[in-house]
């Protein structure tokens, strides 16, 4: 399958500071990139998708200054929290698909934790 | 929709058997679904998809089914090893926004 790379795998940043996560496809032009946040023992809640070179659109209850995406290219999209909070801490994952409906291919996931 | 809140629902199933897994998907307009295999601290790993023209569909190993009438999607693993452990999610896409819905999620256990 597909390669999507996610970068970081792991961070810990302080309460207050940016965090920016990665999304490469490695193989494959990603026309639309998802982006997930994961609780522990919990299913995968849809933050935003993301459209190459058109703004992302976010989720009901997910704050779209709070949680900043940019999809400049086919290959990459990004992931900013900012202002980071305890709260945020979680499991962040990306995903991208290439056309419309087909599979989407998944990044490794980033573990955020705010101390 | 979105789960939140809930545990997820965990199968054992001894080495070499057969497993079956179960999900309820919720838009009866749904034309494609996805089984996703997530193991501890990774992203979900696409296993098998199937379309709404089909009833079934089968890979190494895995066999989806599919069931319209009823709105379920079943994911069968033959003979079960220890490298199946994961949680396994299956995911609908909206036919109207692409987007993908999950469900919660079914845990694994293979047991020795």
């Known amino acids: 399958g597909a390669v999507v790379s996610q970068h970081p795998s792991r961070v810990i940043c302080k309460s207050g500071t940016s965090v920016k996560i990665e999304c490469r496809s490695l193989?494959?032009?990603?026309?639309?990139m998802f982006w997930y946040r994961q609780f522990p023992k919990q299913s995968l809640m849809l933050m935003a998708t993301?459209?190459?070179?058109?703004?992302?659109?976010?989720e009901q209850g997910v704050e779209k200054d709070k949680f900043l995406i940019n999809h400049a290219s086919l290959t990459l999209s990004t992931l900013t929290v900012t202002s980071a909070h305890p709260e945020d801490s979680s499991f962040y994952i990306c995903?991208?698909?290439?056309?419309?409906?087909?599979?989407?291919?998944f990044g490794q996931g980033t573990r955020l934790t705010v101390v | 929709g979105e789960s939140v809140g809930l545990h997820l629902p965990t199968l054992s199933v001894q080495e070499g058997d057969n497993s079956i897994i179960n999900c309820a998907y919720s838009?009866?307009?749904?034309?494609?679904f996805i089984w996703y295999k997530q193991e501890s601290g990774k992203g979900p790993q696409f296993i098998i998809d199937i379309r709404s023209n089909m009833d079934k569909r089968q890979g190494q190993r895995v066999t989806v089914l599919l069931n319209k009438t009823v709105k379920h999607l079943s994911l069968q693993i033959a003979a079960t090893q220890p490298g199946d452990s994961a949680v396994y999610f299956c995911a609908e896409m909206d036919p109207g926004t692409y987007k993908y819905i999950f469900g919660t999620g079914t845990r694994l256990k293979v047991l020795a």
């Open positions: 993301s459209n190459e070179g058109s703004k992302a659109t976010y």
């Open positions: 838009n009866s307009a749904s034309d494609y």
């Open positions: 995903s991208a698909r290439e056309g419309g409906p087909t599979e989407a291919f």
């Open positions: 193989d494959f032009q990603a026309t639309t």
